[in-house]
């Protein structure tokens, strides 16, 4: 197929996010070795040898491994369920103060594994600090599909404040289209250079696969929305079972112990108190890599 995708499968995803995010004209691309291969293809586009990436966290475990791939840092940006894990602007300028060699930066909303929601004023406040220090924005939006509502776009907000030409997005309807094993993800962004340069690089590792799959994909999209509203209410069910339970023990959104958000389907609650100790050593354990728990301690 052609290395940005199949035409009829492109056309339909932009049909897709015009109707989700109220955006057209954008630039695009397909995936289909899954998150991982955009995403490493996205930070080889944008990213010199030893540049850093400002994560929050806690952080999906994979942007790890991409970054280290790559030869980059990670800075991580520290976050609590004191401010739904969510950083303000106060935390970001502190951050990209601190280390000049900051370049792109993750906004991964609904979050992995939070369960955090970035709002409109959290998004606009977050990409506005970052237009001063021109620095780039990936919006991962992984679990942005398994919703019933509407979810704020950060590329409309970067439209309004005039940082679309910073900003690249990756997304999969694999979780709630319950298709994960076809690997199909976009990458879209309004800034045609930034596309242009990512299909040069994902040529090494991804023709966009196999042309019927994308346009059977294409196909079932222009007819699946009755699917998502019945995937997207089976998890919502699978959720509020786990919420009833942990309210047994005292967990709940009024004790702010709890962060539930009626998108994605991650849930974060305080560890308590008993296991908060010293008995249990993570460094006891060999088969945890030593790296990983450098990033714990520290």
Not at 19 to 46: F, H, M, P, Q, W
Not at 168 to 173: E, G, K, P, R
Not at 263 to 285: C, M, R, T, V
Request: net charge neutral.
């Amino acid at each position: 197929s052609e290395v940005e995708g199949e035409k009829e499968l492109i056309n339909t995803f932009k049909e897709y996010i015009e109707k989700d995010e109220n955006i057209n004209n954008y630039e695009l691309a397909v995936v289909t070795s899954g998150g991982r291969s955009a995403l490493t293809n996205i930070l080889r586009t944008l990213l010199n040898p030893n540049d850093s990436v400002l994560i929050p966290e806690p952080m999906w475990s994979g942007y790890k491994s991409v970054v280290d791939f790559i030869y980059g840092k990670i800075v991580s940006l520290k976050t609590s369920i004191e401010n739904n894990f969510i950083p303000t602007a106060k935390d970001m300028y502190h951050y990209l103060q601190e280390n000049p060699s900051i370049k792109v930066m993750i906004l991964n909303t609904p979050n992995n594994p939070t369960g955090a929601v970035y709002s409109e004023e959290n998004i606009k406040e977050i990409l506005e600090v970052l237009l001063k220090y021109n620095v780039y924005c990936i919006a991962d939006y992984t679990y942005r599909a398994i919703s019933n509502n509407k979810l704020q776009s950060a590329n409309k907000i970067a439209e309004q404040i005039g940082y679309s030409n910073y900003l690249i997005s990756m997304q999969t309807l694999g979780k709630v289209t319950l298709t994960p094993g076809l690997r199909l993800w976009f990458v879209y962004s309004k800034n045609k250079k930034l596309i242009d340069d990512f299909c040069y690089r994902k040529q090494a590792t991804d023709f966009s696969g196999h042309v019927f799959i994308q346009k059977a994909f294409a196909e079932y999209l222009k007819t699946s929305q009755q699917d998502f509203i019945s995937i997207n209410n089976e998890f919502d069910k699978r959720k509020k079972t786990f919420i009833d339970e942990l309210s047994k023990f005292g967990y709940s959104k009024e004790n702010k112990n709890l962060i539930v958000s009626d998108s994605g389907f991650y849930l974060s609650f305080k560890i308590p108190a008993n296991y908060q100790n010293k008995k249990y050593n993570i460094s006891d354990y060999d088969f945890i890599d030593k790296e990983y728990i450098n990033l714990l301690c520290n």
